[in-house]
């Protein structure tokens, strides 16, 4: 798995605690025999499957994500194959973005590679992620607006933020390098207002910017 090298920053120390997230995602997903994300940045595959499988065929039309296509499409020719190395002596280290603009291109990229997976566990997934967040957001909504009828969005934002935590501080200890548990409850509340602003930035601006180029989205 990958591990940031985090400063100061909040926003470093927030892509700290999501990159953990995401590796115990990826390696849950690996775990149940329907993986579905990887980083090369920390990938090895064999010559022999690579040339097997067309090499970076799938996906190729999409400007990034050659890593988790490979990945797929040697799952598909090879079902259960996949395997994730949890060790930390394994783990690489990568440096975070500096900037919110950046990184919300960067994230911009990467949701934007859904609509060329042809799993479609894969798109359900994205899907209930993108269902809770918004559940999550308009419960925020709710008990600001009408604070004395918000029974329902408590509950159900205490059962979430619960589960938000745990999975957080269960990914910072197995994931992370600097391990900031203190910061995975901030980290639950804020997420899903991210995940709003940026799934809204991919709807009405698909387009994305990446090592100096601009790509658009049709």
């Known amino acids: 798995f990958v591990m940031f090298d985090e400063k100061n920053s909040a ?8 990159q953990a997230v995401l590796s115990f995602v990826s ?4 775990r149940s025999g329907l993986p579905f994300m990887s980083n090369g940045a920390n990938l090895a595959f064999r010559k022999q499957t690579f040339e097997e499988v067309g090499g970076y065929e799938y996906g190729i039309e999409h400007p990034g994500g050659d890593d988790t296509f490979l990945m797929l499409a040697v799952n598909k020719r090879y079902p259960g194959s996949i395997r994730y190395m949890n060790n930390r002596n394994c ?4 440096i975070p973005v500096s900037g919110f603009s950046e990184y919300f291109q960067q994230r ?3 949701g934007s590679k859904v609509a060329s997976y042809s799993e479609f566990y894969i798109r359900i997934a994205g899907l209930v992620i993108v269902i809770t967040g918004l559940l999550h957001f308009i419960s925020y ?4 607006i009408v604070p004395y009828q918000s029974e329902s969005s408590i509950t159900f934002l205490a059962v979430k933020l619960s589960l938000d935590v745990l999975i957080g501080a269960i990914a910072v200890r197995k ?3 600097s391990r900031p548990y203190a910061l995975v409850v901030p980290f639950a509340l804020v997420y899903p207002i991210y995940l709003i602003i940026v799934t809204s930035l991919m709807l009405f601006d698909p387009g994305f910017e990446w090592k100096g180029r601009s790509y658009s989205q049709k």
Not at 141 to 144: G, K, P, V
């Open 27 to 30: 390696y849950a997903s690996v």
């Open 11 to 18: 926003l470093q120390k927030f892509q700290g605690i999501e």
């Open 108 to 110: 911009k990229r990467h």
């Open 91 to 94: 783990a690489v280290m990568s």
């Open 141 to 144: 909504l709710s008990i600001l």
């Open 175 to 177: 994931f992370s390098g």
